[in-house]
Structure formats: C-alpha cells, structure tokens
C-alpha cells in the first residue's frame, strides 16, 4: 500500500529521469562560433561555403591553468549544404559541439548578397533557435573566409570584444549603419524601403594617385599605414527585396542617419568648404537637434514629403581666421552658406535614391503607413513605385552651438605685422 | 502494513526487568498523616535520606510539640532558616500564636498532598511540620544558581538594548516588567511535566491578547503529556503546528525588547527556567525576517537595511541554483566575456557544474557546522582551513573554478544575514533544494519550485495565523511587512492575532 507521499516522491524521481535533459552539454564543451561567413560557390550547385570562426575562451585569462600561447581564435571554412548541418560538419575537426550562441556578426561576400539565392539562404537564420535576431549584418567586397581570415586585430585580440567595440564606434560615428538582422527581415518583409549593411573589406584599394576626401568613400578607398589589422569598414551595402543593388559611401550613410527618425545618432564631425576661403575646410560637428519632422501628402497626385531637420552646429576649426563670435554678418553668411551647402547634398542623395534605387532608405515609409486606414490600402498606394516620383523639399534649420572652446581668433594681418 | 506495524510497536509500552516504581508513585499521592514520626518516615524514603546528601531534615521542639523543616540546602537560602524560621519559632513562648503570625518570611502557603509539598521543596521552599497537624507550611526561599544578564550573543544590535535573557525565568520575567509597566501584564505559569515538574509562564497582556488564541495555547500546554520538558527548545517541538515544516512557526528570541515588543501588540510569550530566551507565538514569515534594530534604526537606515536582508535572502537561496541553470541551460544568456570567462576557467575543471557547486556548497556549510562546534583554542584553524584549502587550493588544482568559489562564497555570506536560526536553517536547505532543481530542469526547475515553496508558505499557519498575514491574506496592521512605515503611521496592532484593541496610537 503506497501512500500519497511516497507516490508522489516516485512520481518526481521519474520525472528527474524522464525529462530528457541529458543532451546538455556544459560551457566548456563548446565551440563558439563568434563569425559566421557565407559565400557563393557556383550557380550549378545548391551548397555554399561556410566560414566559422571560433573564438578560444581560454585566450587571455588570467586564471589558473589558463590558455598560454594558444591562439585567440580558430577559423574553418568548408562547403556545407546549411548552417545547421555545417555545425555537426565540422566536428571533423573541430573538437567541440558547434554553437551559435555567441554568434555576433555575420559576413556575406558581395557576390553572394547580389545573388537572387541569397535571400533563401537568409531564412535559414531564421529557423536555428540559437541564432539572435541582434547580430549584425556586414557584406564583404571579397570572399567571406578571406575577410574573416585576414580579421587579426593587434589590440582587441579577442574578436567578440573587436567587433563589439568597432561597430558601436562605427554606429556612433554613422560611418557605418547600424544593420542587423531583425532589421533586415522587417525592411524586407514589409517590401518598401532600402535596407543599408555595414560594408568592409580588408583589401586596400591601390589608388594612390588621387587623394580621396576620407568622409566620402567606401570600404577599401581609405588609405592608411601602419602596424595594424587590414580590415576596414565604411559605408554600407544597399538591400532592396532582399537582394544587394549597390553600395553607398560614408557621407551618404551618414546622410541617412540624419534623415531617419529610427536611427539614433548623438553627433557627426564633418567638414565642408569654408566660405570666407576656398582653400580650406571648416570642421563642424552636426547634431541632430530633437526629431526630424516628416510631412506627408500622399493623396495628391504626385505625392509629396516635407522634411524639416533642425541641426546644431558647431564649429571647430577656422583657417579662414574669421571672428565668428563678434561678427554677426560673418555669421548669418556661414549660415546660409552650411545651408546651402547641406541641402545640396541632402538633394543629390535623395535624387540619387529615387533615380538609382527606387526607394529610400530613411524609414519614411514607416511614417506613411499612418496616412493610410487600411494596410491593403498602402499596398495599393506601392511605395516602391510610388517613391521615384514624389516631390521631395528637405528644409534644414540651423543653429550655431559654439565656435569651439576659444571663439575669437586673432588677426592674421596683426600678428603679421 | 510496515507503518501499521510501527505504530503498534512504538505505541507498546515495553516490558523491562527492572523493578516498577509505581508502588512509590501511589504513596506521593497521599495526604499527610497527623504523625510527625510517620510523616518523617515517609519523606525520608522518598528522599532517600542517608544517601542524598543535600536534603536536610532539623527536628526541633515547639513549644511542647515536635516539629520538623525539611529543606535542600543547595536551592535554599539557608540564613533564612537560621534568622527567620528556626530563631522566631525556638524564642518563641506562646505555643497559641499562629505560625503565620510568629515568621517573617514573605510568602507562607500550606498543602497537605505530599506530591504538591514535594514540588515545592523542589523548587527551593521550606516546609515545616508539626505533630498533630495534616498539613505542612511552605515557606518560601528559593536560591538557584545562575548567570547574570549579558549581553545578546545571537542577536546583536548596535542601537538598542544590549541585555539578553538568562536561565532565571524570574530575571527573564523582571526585564520584561521592566519594560512593560503595566497592571495587565499577566504572568500564567504551568506546570508541564509529570517527573520534572518543569515550569512554564505564559506572559500576555490581558486586555489586548485575543482569548481564544489564549486559551488554544493553554490547551496546547496542557497536552504535553511527558516526564520532562528542560529548556524552550524542546517545548518548541512539542507544541507547534507541524514538526516536520522546513519552516519554522513560533518564533525563538533572546531579547527581552523583542519578546516586550511583542507582548506589546497581542502576541503571547512563553518563559522557562533554563532557557535563555523566550518564544513568541503566533509567528509569521515576518517575524523571523525582521530584527529589532529595524525599528530602532531611523525610517531610511531601518529600510536600508530590510532592503540589504530581502537582496541576502534571495541571493542566498538562487545564487548557486541560477549559476548551474544558466551554465547548464542557458549559456545564451550570459554576456560574451563573461560566457568565455566561466568557459575558460571551466576548461581543466573535471566535474559538471552542477556536481562542482554542490561539492562547494557542502564544503561551506561543514566549515560552518564544525566551526560552531570547535573548542575555541583551536577556533582559527577553522578559518585557514576553510578559506586556504577549501578556496585557494581547490582552484589552484582545479578541481573547482574560482567562478565557483565566488558564487558560493556569496551565498554563504549572505545566509548570515537572516538572523534567525530556524529561518536561517530553512533557507539554507531550500537552498539545496533549489541548487538540486536547477541542475535537472535549469531555471524552470527553480521556477517551478520556488512557486511550490510559496504555495506551502501561504498554507502554513501559526496558532491559526497565516504564515504570510498581513502581505497574503490582508488583515488590518501597521504593515511592516517587507519594508517598514514612519513610526507615526503605525497605528495599529496586527489584526491577524486578533487583539482586542486594534489601535496603538
């Protein structure tokens, strides 16, 4: 005769054992996968060559017994049919159970993202319950394993804190979109604006003739020397239904910033050309002042979009030695001249998307969906095609912050004498 | 079957070869006999007379009759049978006069049943018997031994009173007058053993304390039926709802300002001889979360601290469990430096996490248990012991992650932080409970039990009260339950003890 408590105890003992929790595997029993690459390898084949890279835990720590001289990361790359089955794949040499746990970036080559296939491999992510929907999305100019083969930072060794650490520089800066992967399924899925990839490259453009402005280029045109990593990233991939159409510069995804009221940014450092001397340039930091106000007439015939930007700026260098601070008239000139100068270049740009790419990438299309009742109604209104041939005005107002720490300057000709 | 079969065997009054005493037994129930000589007789068979050697029996004459005292030197004053039993009785002339009248002694009582004179000698009185006379004065002189008051060793506070209770309930019961200055303080005492006759007084304040609640605590003491009940300790287990709760439900204090403060709002306290403290009931979760130098402490610096206790609580209980779970089960949720840092120092480590906290957890808790009970010459052995073996070396040879000392680490220290014994015990073996949970089913399994666990605590009651009152079910109160309110916003009494006055202030 059993009684409720030892029934019960039974009862949980089997469920202790029962409970098929004995495929877990402990921290250290893992690979983790920190990089994951993509490439095309031909049309024939459905298969794509699969790049891990791994980071080693044990590089690095101070702890006892720690990882010695052991490298801070470990590369693969092998051709596999899916994510999912490259993990058990490469236990063929790599030593531990395969995780995507700590998976933080993805690397597509450029190739592979220009792809029609692309986007189907892109689902696959969708289905591996230990894929985050926050890792980021960056399109390679090359090969993928190459890129991820040449990632050697000398000072952030560890490629989780690298990546980490570049791309909220790389953000804060918007000299690189912020792009991940939940972005990249609601931009695609919702069929009406450009998704924007960050876009690097660790081959150096051998260009050396001209002399690029370094805030307008893309990935590869920055030249540098020195003792340090190859890789760089700068600009951003375009996406438009899933599939790369094009790549835009610094100065464009930072345009993009500033025009889209999802993205956060805290402030921009730019140059432009100095009215009082056409030899130089004035550095100034742009700040986004408050949100970016979008007004929409989407029922005339040829739509149109108002957008006010309100800019603070503030001055930081001064080769033209004008007094700024004192010189009210000098002032109002600067002024206008930024104005001009900035809503020049808002306009080429969005001249640029409306007759290169069909769409935007500023989010606007989040903001029309209000002016419709019914979403089968914006469907019909077609963003897409609707896009190209709106009237656009972006009025920008500005207002100087400072003129730096030290406004006055002294006179040239005085100091001279 | 095997549990019918132990009830009868435990029920069964076993038959043993020695020689019963119940012959004895009947002959303490009898009444006094009119002899002295016999009276003498008997007394001295029951006391054994030449063997034991502190009980003193001084014949005398008074007047023209025998007279006899009977006393244990050992727990009586024996200057007050000299000065002010023996000299009035011996100078005195007039047989007439009354032995009420003719001794000085504060308290004279008569009986005339021989166990109730036994008791009371027992309990440090003299007895005087005249030839001719069924009955025997009592007079009383008590004389035990004991400590003095000092200081609260398990209870520390540093604003507040610092005395304790000591093994005299007469002390106990004058710290508590002492605080409480009132007519209707009762002191009950009973009688609660058959052998020991060992004392218990009931303190309560007669015209707040609920009687039903009373009464049912009367009964309870009545029911005790044994030879012996030595300290409050044991009287705990004997009265209380359910022996076998991990949770405790009276509550156990060596502050006479707690105990008072109780008292104070309709609770019901018991006092014994022996023991140094006192035991309040009903009690709540409340009651043994709480410490006294919370109300002490002003309003932000009282909930300051409540705030660090809930934090110790519950760092306690879950920090070893959701380390195991989240380095089992869910490595996604840790940040990448760290996930690589529990990795990296993980990776010589022999054990599975779980196997390895629990070793630590153990370790821990058999530092404490046998720092409690090393002789204190060798006290601080315990201590490099425990911290260099236990902590630097199993992580110099890996047997177990420094993340893991750490993780244990913090959660035996903030274990220290509940000051009640009981609840420090049943938090610390939930505890275990929980660590089991979450290396089998991850966080589910803490989830899961610790729901279980506060399902068991809403069933729990004390005395008739709640476990959780007044937090779940509500009842009128000052709400001092987790955090305290400003002193001028406690008006009333907590209604779960049902005080006959509600309000305080």
């Known amino acids: 005769m059993m009684t409720t408590i030892t029934k019960s105890i039974s009862l949980f003992a089997m469920l202790v054992f029962l409970s098929g929790c004995w495929d877990q595997v402990e921290l250290e029993g893992r690979a983790y996968v920190v990089g994951l690459g993509m490439d095309k390898i031909d049309d024939e084949t459905n298969q794509i060559r699969i790049t891990f890279l791994i980071s080693n835990p044990e590089f690095g720590s101070l702890a006892e017994g720690g990882g010695g001289d052991e490298p801070p990361q470990e590369i693969i790359s092998f051709v596999a049919n899916d994510m999912e089955s490259a993990k058990d794949v490469a236990n063929m040499v790599v030593a531990k159970q395969v995780t995507y746990d700590l998976l933080r970036v993805l690397f597509i080559s450029e190739e592979f993202a220009k792809d029609p296939e692309f986007i189907r491999w892109m689902y696959d992510l969708t289905k591996s319950k230990e894929i985050r929907r926050d890792i980021r999305l960056v399109v390679s100019k090359e090969k993928a394993s190459t890129f991820i083969q040449n990632i050697n930072p000398l000072l952030e060794s560890r490629p989780h804190e690298y990546f980490e650490k570049i791309f909220e520089r790389l953000n804060a800066t918007g000299i690189a979109p912020t792009s991940d992967l939940l972005k990249f399924f609601r931009i695609t899925e919702s069929d009406a604006d450009l998704f924007l990839s960050i876009y690097g490259t660790s081959l150096q453009k051998n260009n050396s003739g001209s002399v690029q402005n370094p805030l307008n280029i893309t990935a590869g045109e920055f030249q540098y020397e020195g003792m340090t990593s190859p890789i760089q990233f700068a600009g951003a991939a375009v996406f438009k239904e899933g599939k790369m159409i094009g790549t835009i510069t610094t100065r464009e995804t930072r345009l993009a910033y500033l025009l889209n009221p999802t993205l956060p940014i805290k402030d921009i450092l730019t140059a432009y050309p100095d009215p009082f001397s056409e030899d130089h340039k004035l550095a100034i930091r742009v700040e986004k002042q408050g949100k970016v106000k979008t007004k929409m007439d989407l029922k005339k015939e040829v739509p149109s979009i108002d957008v006010s930007l309100p800019l603070a700026v503030e001055v930081l260098s001064n080769h033209s030695m004008v007094d700024y601070p004192k010189e009210a008239e000098k002032r109002e000139q600067l002024k206008k001249h930024l104005d001009d100068e900035i809503t020049k270049v808002f306009e080429d740009f969005i001249k640029k998307t409306q007759e290169e790419y069909g769409t935007e990438p500023f989010g606007w299309s989040l903001e029309a969906r209000k002016h419709f009742r019914t979403l089968p109604e914006f469907e019909k209104f077609d963003w897409m095609k609707t896009y190209p041939n709106m009237d656009i005005n972006v009025d920008i107002s500005i207002r100087f912050s400072n003129f730096g720490r030290q406004g006055e300057v002294p006179k040239l000709e005085e100091l001279r004498d | ?505």
């Open chain 2, 1 to 505: 079957m095997l549990k019918q079969f132990l009830q009868k065997t435990l029920k069964k009054i076993p038959t043993v070869p020695e020689e019963s005493s119940t012959e004895e037994i009947d002959k303490k129930q009898s009444n006094l006999n009119a002899s002295l000589k016999k009276n003498l007789d008997l007394f001295k068979e029951i006391y054994q007379y030449p063997l034991n050697t502190d009980i003193q029996f001084r014949e005398f004459l008074l007047g023209n009759r025998k007279a006899l005292l009977i006393f244990i030197d050992t727990i009586t004053k024996t200057d007050i049978v000299e000065d002010h039993i023996l000299t009035p009785l011996l100078a005195s002339e007039d047989t007439n006069k009354k032995i009420e009248d003719s001794i000085p002694v504060k308290s004279i009582i008569t009986k005339t049943v021989v166990k109730d004179i036994l008791i009371e000698i027992s309990k440090g009185y003299i007895a005087l018997f005249i030839d001719g006379e069924e009955k025997a004065y009592l007079f009383s002189a008590p004389n035990f031994e004991g400590r003095n008051i000092e200081k609260s060793e398990n209870e520390t506070v540093v604003k507040g009173p610092k005395e304790a209770f000591n093994e005299l309930s007469s002390t106990n019961i004058s710290m508590i007058r002492k605080k409480i200055k009132s007519e209707s303080l009762v002191v009950e005492s009973s009688v609660i053993s058959q052998r020991s006759n060992n004392d218990v007084y009931i303190l309560y304040l007669s015209d707040v304390v609920n009687d039903k609640m009373l009464s049912n605590v009367r009964e309870r003491l009545k029911k005790i039926e044994v030879d012996t009940v030595q300290t409050l300790g044991l009287l705990e287990q004997r009265i209380e709802e359910r022996p076998k709760s991990i949770f405790p439900t009276i509550l156990f204090t060596e502050r006479p300002d707690r105990a008072a403060s109780y008292i104070e709002d309709g609770y019901i306290v018991l006092l014994m001889d022996n023991s140094p403290a006192s035991l309040v009931l009903p009690a709540t979760f409340w009651s043994f979360y709480h410490s006294s130098e919370d109300h002490y402490l002003r309003f932000p610096y009282g909930n300051f601290t409540r705030m660090l206790r809930l934090l110790a609580l519950f760092m306690t209980l879950f920090i070893s469990a959701a380390y195991v779970a989240i380095v089992t089960y869910h490595a996604e949720m840790i940040p990448p430096d760290l996930l690589l840092a529990i990795a990296a120092t993980r990776e010589k480590v022999p054990f599975p996490a779980a196997v390895e906290v629990l070793m630590m957890e153990l370790a821990f808790e058999l530092i404490r248990e046998a720092g409690l009970r090393v002789p204190s010459p060798i006290g601080p052995t315990i201590g490099i012991v425990g911290a260099l073996i236990l902590g630097q070396a199993a992580v110099q040879a890996n047997i177990v992650s420094p993340i893991v000392v750490i993780v244990v680490a913090l959660g035996g220290l903030s274990s220290f932080a509940i000051g009640d014994l009981s609840m420090n015990f049943a938090v610390r073996m939930s505890r275990f409970l929980l660590l089991l949970a979450a290396s089998f089913f991850g966080i589910y399994g803490i989830a899961a039990l610790f729901t279980v666990g506060i399902f068991y605590l809403v069933s729990i009651k004390s005395f008739g009260v709640p476990y959780l009152s007044p937090l779940t079910p509500k009842y009128v109160s000052s709400k001092d339950t987790i955090f305290r309110r400003l002193l001028q916003n406690e008006f009333f009494r907590p209604g779960y003890v049902k005080p006959k006055d509600i309000k305080k202030q």
